[in-house]
């Protein structure tokens, strides 16, 4: 009597279901984690425009004006550059802005800023400035 060995392995059918499932997958996760990773990185712009408002008031502390020539933290990540709008009359404001850079240009917040007031801003109208500062 001969034996019929039994092959062992995946069908081409289970393999375009595990490829099928892995796909649905990924669609669904990589805009989640894009969106995630802007807000990250928001978080960082965040950070240097509140470093840039502490050495303004600093400098302000010491001579009684603001040097917008000074205080450019940089991005770690290279996805912001700090700016400063011109100074106020007699260089008692200032207003500094966080310039998305790179993939950050995706992100619906756009611009953001801090003046001397403390007053958080943003380029975009179609979102909140609280939603764009996470709450801060």
């Known amino acids: ?8 392995g995946i069908t081409l059918i289970e393999m375009v279901i595990v490829l099928a499932v892995m796909g649905i997958l990924l669609g669904i996760s990589i805009p989640g984690y ?15 425009l509140l470093q840039a408002s502490m050495c303004q008031e600093r400098i302000y502390a010491n001579s009684g004006t603001y040097d917008t020539n000074q205080c450019h933290p940089a991005s770690e990540h ?8 011109e ?16 993939p950050q240009i995706f992100d619906p917040c756009g611009r953001l800023s801090l003046d001397n007031s403390g007053a958080r ?9 609280m939603k764009c500062w996470s709450g801060r």
Do not use: C, D, W
Not at 93 to 101: G, N, R, W, Y
């Open 1 to 8: 009597m001969a034996e019929i060995k039994m092959m062992r």
């Open 34 to 48: 894009n969106k995630y990773m802007l807000r990250v990185h928001r978080t960082e712009a965040i950070r240097m």
């Open 78 to 85: 290279k996805r912001y550059q700090i700016k400063y709008s």
């Open 87 to 102: 100074p106020g009359t007699r260089k008692r404001s200032f207003v500094a802005m966080a310039t998305p850079l790179g």
């Open 121 to 129: 801003g943003i380029s975009a109208s179609e979102i909140s400035v």
